[in-house]
């Protein structure tokens, strides 16, 4: 039995995140973008995985995965994966690789 799709986004809202993203705000909950108790995000955004800068929501994909935004290629657990890897916090990742967006003033 295959498991059902995962949601697309965890802790905020999709417009959030790409704000965020736009103004490179790491904490878009405190400027007012996003709501004043947001407590992190992760997820897939516009065929890439992004996670919030405290890392708050985890996000993994395969390691070997050659589009790692692929449905079943990634997941907010590792045990859904095979081969998990991480995606840092602050960090966008798509099949280019890993982009560090989102740093701490």
Do not use: K, N
């Not at 449905?71 to 081969?83: E, K, Q, R, S, V």
Request: aromatic share 4%; net charge negative.
């Amino acid at each position: 039995m295959s498991q059902p799709p995962q949601p697309p986004l965890r802790g905020a809202d999709r417009a959030v995140v790409r704000a965020a993203l736009a103004a490179d705000d790491p904490l878009p909950g405190a400027s007012g973008v996003g709501p004043a108790a947001m407590g992190g995000f992760a997820g897939r955004v516009d065929d890439r995985l992004v996670r919030d800068v405290f890392g708050r929501q985890p996000i993994y994909s395969e390691s070997d995965a050659d589009d790692p935004t692929a449905d079943g290629a990634w997941a907010f657990t590792p045990d859904d994966l095979a081969d998990p890897e991480v995606v840092p916090p602050g960090t966008v990742r798509t099949t280019a690789g890993d982009e560090q967006l989102l740093t701490l003033p």
